[in-house]
């Protein structure tokens, strides 16, 4: 290291046990975050449909709170004037660009975000629309049947993560 310039961080710098299927030791640090993705262990399903232990990245809970501070500095309820396809146009670069880099090897981690923006627009519906007003459900109810009918709007509709309700 020293010939290249470089210093190791003190802090930053440890020895990680990669804890998968063939390695069950344990061991104190078993993961570690590096670029917006938490390292570690995780169950998944192999391609002969086995479930098993395997090291891999995932988002880390700071990119997830990250994202969320994000969403939640757009003031989505706000934008009242605003049609649904608008509000698509503003926010799907983002979004898109959210999915494409952190869902690229654990897809599943980014349903929170997909949840959280989902709730936001219900939220956004709430106010827009004086029949929804007052109703989780209601406005739930409606954003589900619009994700129905124009699967492709939001990117994380397209890929499957429709709003719930209940």
């Not at 938490?38 to 232990?53: A, E, H, S």
């Not at 929804?132 to 406005?139: C, D, I, Q, T, V």
């Not at 709007?153 to 429709?162: A, D, N, R, T």
Request: aromatic fraction near 14%; hydrophobic fraction near 35%.
């Amino acid at each position: 290291m020293q010939t290249c310039k470089l210093q190791l961080h003190p802090t930053k710098t440890r020895i990680v046990y990669c804890k998968d299927k063939d390695r069950r030791g344990d061991y104190p640090n078993t993961e570690f975050d590096f670029l917006g993705y938490t390292y570690r262990g995780r169950w998944i399903k192999d391609r002969l449909g086995r479930v098993q232990c395997n090291f891999g990245a995932a988002v880390s809970k700071n990119a997830v709170n990250a994202m969320r501070e994000e969403i939640r500095s757009w003031e989505v309820k706000r934008k009242s004037g605003s049609n649904i396809n608008k509000l698509s146009e503003q926010y799907n670069a983002v979004l898109r660009g959210w999915f494409n880099f952190y869902g690229k090897y654990c897809g599943s981690a980014m349903r929170v975000i997909a949840e959280y923006f989902n709730r936001m627009l219900a939220r956004w519906a709430r106010f827009k629309y004086r029949q929804l007003h007052g109703s989780k459900m209601k406005s739930l109810s409606w954003l589900l049947m619009i994700a129905k009918k124009t699967p492709d709007l939001f990117v994380h509709w397209e890929k499957g993560y429709l709003p719930s309700v209940g």
